[in-house]
T-cell receptor, first 114, second 112 residues
Framework: DTAVSQTPKYLVTQMGNDKSIKCEQN?????MYWYKQDSKKFLKIMFS???????INETVPNRFSPKSPDKAHLNLHINSLELGDSAVYFC?????????????FGQGTRLTVV | GNSVTQMEGPVTLSEEAFLTINCTYT??????LFWYVQYPGEGLQLLLK?????DKGSNKGFEATYRKETTSFHLEKGSVQVSDSAVYFC???????????FGKGTKLTVNP
């Protein structure tokens, strides 16, 4: 059973398009995240949701809109894709409690904008 | 703000060599510290963690000690294997926040 699963694994699209990445976790966690990993492997948080409520929004362009229909899902919709959006996007989740919590990551979605 | 600095890679070692990957942090208060590992084509996995000063985290032969006086959390392994080839990320989590702040990652390649 995959704990945190995201689809698709690879996504190639043209500039200006709108695309979505889906994420689901079956761990019963309350908190879910989106992280972006750039070409140099630098990993940075984009969003955090706790039980469907936005907690963290790290100065991400408003072309990026997360949506959490329930606490097991956190999807990422991106409008008007730009070349600089090319990266690997990781979904993650963590159990309740704020301190010392391990985050469980999905396998990543490699987005290539051409 | 909070930040993590880890040694630039890539690091290339022969099997059974000793590994050190340096990590220092800047944070207010007493963050929790983590090492995550990313194997090729996979997501990140927690390798080890430490939640207070002088704690030692250990797993799979890797260990790191939370040093508050030097604000460091260096990763070590006495004898690396080919299967340890991966990217290693040092991270901190500030008390009161669920956000993980990552270093830039260090790619390790172990040759037979």
């Amino acid at each position: 059973d995959t704990a945190v699963s995201q689809t698709p694994k690879y996504l190639v699209t043209q500039m200006g398009n709108d695309k979505s990445i889906k994420c689901e976790q079956n761990l019963g966690h309350d908190t879910m995240y989106w992280y972006k990993q750039d070409s140099k492997k630098f990993l940075k948080i984009m969003f955090s949701y706790n039980n469907k409520e936005l907690i963290i929004n790290e100065t991400v362009p408003n072309r990026f809109s997360p949506k959490s229909p329930d606490k097991a899902h956190l999807n990422l919709h991106i409008n008007s894709l730009e070349l600089g959006d090319s990266a690997v996007y990781f979904c993650a989740s963590s159990p309740p409690g704020v301190a010392n919590t391990e985050a469980f990551f999905g396998q990543g979605t490699r987005l290539t904008v051409v | 703000g909070n930040s993590v600095t880890q040694m630039e890679g890539p690091v290339t070692l022969s099997e059974e060599a000793f590994l050190t990957i340096n990590c220092t942090y800047t944070a207010t208060g007493y963050p929790s510290l983590f090492w995550y590992v990313q194997y090729p084509g996979e997501g990140l996995q927690l390798l080890l963690k430490a939640t207070k000063a002088d704690d030692k985290g250990s797993n799979k032969g890797f260990e790191a000690t939370y040093r508050k006086e030097t604000t460091s959390f260096h990763l070590e392994k006495g004898s690396v294997q080919v299967s340890d080839s991966a990217v290693y990320f040092c991270a901190l989590q500030q008390g009161g926040s669920e956000k993980l702040v990552f270093g830039k990652g260090t790619k390790l390649t172990v040759n037979p």
